[in-house]
T-cell receptor, first 113, second 115 residues
Framework: GENVEQHPSTLSVQEGDSAVIKCTYSDSASNYFPWYKQELGKRPQLIIDIRSNVGEKKDQRIAVTLNKTAKHFSLHITETQPEDSAVYFC????????????FGRGTSLIVHP | NAGVTQTPKFRVLKTGQSMTLLCAQD?????MYWYRQDPGMGLRLIHY???????AKGEVPDGYNVSRLKKQNFLLGLESAAPSQTSVYFCASNLLAGGTQETQYFGPGTRLLVL
């Protein structure tokens, strides 16, 4: 089955800096890669996703890049703010297949004011 | 439109007791999932369902059972609770595989403490 590795497990940055979280996946058939943000005590919520026919996608201060050859994808947050502090999860799944996503173990992002 | 709801929000059990966690969604979603979340372990899939009347095992199914008698409800049962089942349980759903329906919508979670 699919295996998703996520790094780092903890990331500490100063407000205004950029943050990058990386994930690798094992199944070359995976073609859908969502990112979820989970604030403390809250439920995970989708913040951005990318499909394998696209190399990069942006939404304001967040962007996701995908390298299919290397089987890795990354979340980039620019101009970080304290409210970006949360746990971020990546996932991989196969559109049109069973779909069932495999999640990474999460990255705890701490943004210091 | 309440989205995905979970009952109860918090529960304390003694070892050996049983309980059922209820997940309900009002979005007419086909797929439903139960995850457990433990520190440093991410979201681990317990069981899932791809439609009314169907269930399947996920990554960590031992000690749990599920039922999907109605499309909008997905029940997670613990027949004989163990301290190792202390966790936060999240239910999730999504419409269908394919298109933009892959987005999973999560419930607010149930905190379970087994003494």
């Amino acid at each position: 089955g699919e295996n998703v590795e996520q790094h780092p497990s903890t990331l500490s940055v100063q407000e205004g800096d950029s943050a990058v979280i990386k994930c690798t996946y094992s199944d070359s058939a995976s073609n859908y890669f969502p990112w979820y943000k989970q604030e403390l005590g809250k439920r995970p919520q989708l913040i951005i996703d990318i499909r394998s026919n696209v190399g990069e996608k942006k939404d304001q201060r967040i962007a996701v890049t995908l390298n299919k050859t290397a089987k890795h994808f990354s979340l980039h947050i620019t101009e970080t703010q304290p409210e970006d502090s949360a746990v971020y999860f990546c996932a991989a799944s196969i559109r049109g297949g069973s779909y069932i996503p495999t999640f990474g173990r999460g990255t705890s992002l701490i943004v210091h004011p | 439109n309440a989205g995905v709801t979970q009952t109860p929000k918090f529960r304390v059990l003694k070892t050996g007791q049983s309980m059922t966690l209820l997940c309900a969604q009002d979005m007419n979603h086909e797929y439903m999932y139960w995850y457990r979340q433990d520190p440093g372990m991410g979201l681990r899939l317990i069981h899932y369902s791809v439609g009314e009347g169907t269930t399947a095992k996920g990554e960590v199914p031992d000690g749990y059972n599920v039922s999907r008698l109605k499309k909008q409800n997905f029940l997670l049962g613990l027949e004989s609770a163990a301290p190792s089942q202390t966790s936060v349980y999240f239910c999730a759903s999504n419409l269908l595989a394919g298109g933009t329906q892959e987005t999973q919508y999560f419930g607010p979670g149930t905190r379970l403490l087994v003494l």
